[in-house]
């Protein structure tokens, strides 16, 4: 089981040939390039950053963004696909609406987060997790659609309402599905959040980035970026752990 728990996590032997990339960049980049600053120039600006006390508080607002737009975003996103793929009548009622709502671009939602809701933390959840939302959404509409004939007449069978089967049959069968768009998910939040972050200027790293960037800092730019890459694999890592353990007495 461990065994496979360790499998499950992305092997660090696919960050190899991001490193030798930032080494042949090292070595034969200049530390007076305003544009393409060596790696070694990245960890000066971002202790830069931690010194003069913006990273933690820009690392910690972006991750609590992050998180929250995540959570909410599952949470929305299993329980609509699951209305819509067990209930025809509200696939046929909300499926155009949804449609619509999928081909928006995340970015065009800013303004209108903005005038509606202000420019805060809550404006930018609300973004994220409007772009993070479908992946789990169809992944879960697809699931009900093609759960088991079998599963669904045993539990009629045992008599079981609606919350016991929902929560003893539906739900366990839908899991693998939800943790997958999960997976998806979770890169574009991350994605998505620096996006709003830079465009608004509302704080997290994408703030840094921004004031950074409008700062002539490449070397810092860099940095926070190389930071939010780190963080991306290290989400996407437990996530597959965590699947990995809450379905760790299956087959493989």
Request: overall charge positive; aromatic content about 8%; some cysteine.
């Amino acid at each position: 089981m461990k065994t496979r728990r360790l499998a499950s996590f992305p092997p660090l032997r696919g960050l190899l040939p991001l490193g030798v990339l930032l080494v042949l960049w090292q070595v034969n980049g200049s530390e007076q390039s305003p544009y393409f600053p060596p790696p070694s120039t990245w960890i000066r600006g971002l202790y830069r950053l931690w010194d003069n006390g913006s990273l933690r508080p820009a690392a910690m607002e972006t991750l609590w963004t992050f998180g929250a737009a995540l959570l909410v975003a599952t949470g929305l996103g299993a329980a609509v696909g699951l209305l819509v793929g067990a209930s025809r009548r509200a696939g046929r009622a909300l499926g155009p609406a949804l449609e619509f709502a999928r081909a928006m671009p995340p970015s065009a939602m800013v303004p209108i987060a903005a005038l509606l809701i202000g420019y805060d933390g809550t404006m930018k959840v609300a973004v994220v997790a409007f772009a993070a939302i479908w992946p789990v959404l169809l992944n879960a509409r697809a699931a009900v659609r093609s759960l088991d004939s079998v599963l669904i007449d045993t539990a009629r069978c045992l008599q079981l309402n609606w919350f016991d089967r929902t929560r003893k049959c539906t739900l366990p069968a839908l899991m693998p599905a939800i943790l997958l768009g999960v997976r998806v998910a979770a890169p574009v939040s991350l994605v998505i959040t620096l996006l709003v972050e830079i465009l608004t200027r509302v704080g997290g790293l994408g703030g840094l980035i921004a004031l950074s960037q409008r700062n002539y800092q490449a070397a810092q730019v860099y940095g926070l970026i190389l930071v939010a890459g780190l963080f991306s694999f290290l989400v996407n890592g437990m996530v597959a752990s965590f699947e990995a353990y809450l379905f760790r007495h299956r087959p493989r």
